[in-house]
């Protein structure tokens, strides 16, 4: 672990570019956001597998439940991290998202971009409200169906039956939300860092991304 943190002090430490004071570390900013992103996904493919499991009501997954379940707990603290970045590049500590820069989408700014400006309606505040309503959701259907999973278990086996079918129900709503979340999340925390290149080849990698993780 302290080999790790001295290699993230290193890295901040080392990156910039003589003369552009623009610049704020943005490939190392880029290195966190791409690590925090890759963990973050990986807890939310494993409440993916757990919430179709339960959809599908298949029997075999049962011995590694609680495996998967213990592997989605970072998923909050993934969030937390991913929100974080999200906020320091709003206040501009990193550059990621270009069309979080201020003044871009007023013409008096020296900042001013028409291209980011004609897209602003989709960012701005209306990003970070689609950005917590999928944090929400995301947290939501996962602690609930931990929860109840474990509740289950404490039981008698014919009250745990009613837990069991709470988290059929709950897998197969979450189903729906992942299929809709999965790609406009893609949209918003991946495409949008290059708002003008219309790089639509990365909504098209992200879901088989996901399907290689699992």
């Known amino acids: 672990m302290a080999i790790g943190v001295v290699s ?28 925090a992103f890759f963990f973050m996904a990986l807890a939310l493919a494993a409440a993916f597998f757990l919430g179709l499991q339960y959809a599908a009501e298949a029997g075999w997954a049962t011995s590694i439940k609680r495996v998967i379940e213990s592997v989605t707990l970072y998923l909050p603290w993934g969030l937390s991290f991913m929100l974080l970045l999200f906020i320091l590049g709003q206040l501009g500590v990193h550059h990621i998202y270009h069309w979080m820069a201020d003044g871009i989408a007023d013409p008096s700014n020296p900042h001013y971009d028409e291209i980011i400006a004609g897209k602003i309606g989709y960012f701005g505040w209306f990003w970070w409200v ?70 639509h080849f990365l909504d098209g990698t992200f879901l088989p991304a996901c399907g290689l993780v699992h």
């Not at 993230?8 to 690590?35: C, K, P």
């Not at 929400?136 to 259907?141: K, L, S």
């Not at 474990?150 to 197969?172: C, F, P, Q, R, T």
């Open 130 to 199: 689609r950005t917590i309503l999928y944090m929400i959701g995301w947290y939501w259907f996962t602690m609930k169906l931990r929860k109840n999973s474990i509740e289950a278990d404490a039981m008698e086996l014919d009250k745990g039956h009613s837990y069991h079918w709470k988290n059929v129900k709950l897998g197969a709503w979450f189903m729906v939300l992942f299929a809709v979340t999965s790609s406009t999340s893609s949209w918003d925390w991946v495409m949008s860092i290059d708002t003008i290149g219309f790089l």
């Open 8 to 35: 993230i002090i290193a890295m901040f430490l080392t990156d910039h570019i003589e003369g552009d004071h623009s610049y704020h570390q943005t490939r190392a900013w880029s290195n966190v956001f791409s690590g």
